[in-house]
């Protein structure tokens, strides 16, 4: 999930200059909060953020990994890619209930998925075909309910938010075409009621064709806010129907990667990964997971990769090169190893994944080493998981509450 670079872009933001100079100027906002991002080598021990777990095994068809979850009162709604479909329903208990659309070209069936949001506790909102059309469906009906053709300018989007009863928000990482002269801006503001393009932010720049770092939640809500981030901004964004500002801004300092870096021409994706890689600056910092409590992203420093926490309640930062996962697992982790990752937030908890296999690998070792029992006694409920799924079943949701 860390490695999952895939297309070429740069971010290079302007708060005052990123808005359609056609459009009114907005009022000065509040100022942001700000945190420092440093990488450092510590170890974050998961009992000292979270006081209680749950894990579910997701149970029928199988996964072929679990890139993105939203929680719907009792049921779960997972992105994960499947002979039939991208987007399915779970019970609580890791039951499967159904898929959500039909992989196809038919009518009600899509042939890629970019992203899906959960608008309201019954309502999920799908948008596919590389952005041309956009799916509502029922959890109360169980089943597509609308789907609406969107205008040319959305088309290439990867990601949206709904804003208001009629605004949403999405968001292109480059032109969708070269020669599709309509693709301006990277955030565009489209009411839904009448097909329109309302407001525009963020100008798509020729860089951006060239080197792009794929993730799964560029627009997410928390505590009635509709928030934005990608990767090398300058923190993380409120986005409303007409203004797009600061809402935590990440303080420069030495480690900030510099706009002069990010401006410059680079012949390909391969020259631009050896200046990430070489420089003494933070890169690739994606995926924010946002809870009431915290804000959980994941960036490289040279070529190791950090896990940032960020505490909402002292609005200060801290970044791990290990997890010790003293709630489940009794092991500790190395952030390249990829074993414990996250994929998601709700209000009240952040939620991660292990593969099957992994935690087996993790009990085998403990047999070996003579920790096992001692580890049995304390953590009987993942023994017994471990030992009723086979290596290859689909990944454990784990849900850490805060």
Not at 8 to 22: D, E, H, M, P, R
Not at 292 to 306: D, L, M
Not at 332 to 349: G, H, K, Q, R
Request: with cysteine; glycine share 4%.
């Amino acid at each position: 999930m860390k490695n999952n670079i895939l297309l070429a872009t740069l971010i290079a933001f302007a708060l005052v200059g990123c808005v359609n100079s056609k459009q009114p100027q907005q009022s000065h906002p509040a100022l942001p909060h700000q945190v420092e991002i440093a990488p450092e080598n510590n170890t974050l021990k998961l009992s000292t953020l979270f006081k209680d777990y749950r894990i579910i095994p997701l149970q029928g068809e199988p996964l072929n990994c679990v890139i993105d979850v939203a929680v719907a009162d009792s049921m779960l709604v997972i992105g994960g890619k499947t002979e039939n479909s991208s987007v399915h329903l779970y019970t609580m208990d890791g039951k499967y209930k159904n898929h959500m659309i039909t992989t196809g070209r038919g009518p009600q069936e899509a042939y890629n998925i970019q992203s899906f949001k959960l608008t309201d506790s019954v309502t999920v909102e799908i948008l596919c075909n590389f952005a041309e059309r956009l799916f509502t469906y029922s959890l109360q009906e169980n089943k597509i309910v609308k789907q609406r053709n969107l205008p040319k300018e959305i088309i290439g989007s990867e990601d949206f938010i709904r804003l208001d009863t009629a605004r949403y928000a999405f968001f292109k990482p480059m032109k969708a075409s070269l020669s599709n002269k309509n693709d301006k801006y990277k955030i565009n503001i489209l009411n839904l009621n009448t097909n329109k393009i309302e407001r525009q932010f963020i100008p798509i720049t020729p860089n951006d064709e060239y080197i792009c770092f794929s993730q799964t939640r560029r627009f997410h809500k928390r505590d009635g806010k509709c928030l934005y981030y990608d990767v090398f901004s300058p923190g993380i964004y409120q986005i409303c129907p007409d203004s797009l500002s600061l809402y935590i801004a990440f303080e420069e300092g030495k480690y900030g990667f510099p706009r002069a870096l990010l401006e410059k021409e680079y012949r390909s994706f391969d020259e631009f990964a050896a200046v990430c890689e070489q420089c003494p600056y933070i890169w690739g910092h994606i995926d924010m997971a946002e809870s009431s409590k915290y804000i959980f992203s994941t960036y490289r420093y040279k070529n190791s990769f950090y896990l940032n926490v960020i505490d909402k309640t002292t609005m200060t930062s801290k970044s791990y090169t290990h997890i010790y996962d003293d709630l489940i697992t009794d092991a500790t982790f190395n952030m390249s190893e990829d074993v414990l990752w996250s994929i998601s937030a709700i209000s009240n908890a952040q939620i991660f994944s292990i593969e099957p296999f992994q935690l087996k690998e993790i009990i085998a070792q403990k047999k070996k080493d003579g920790t096992f029992e001692a580890y049995q006694k304390k953590h009987p409920q993942p023994c017994a998981l471990a030992d009723s799924l086979a290596d290859d079943d689909n990944s454990f949701i784990i849900l850490f509450y805060e």
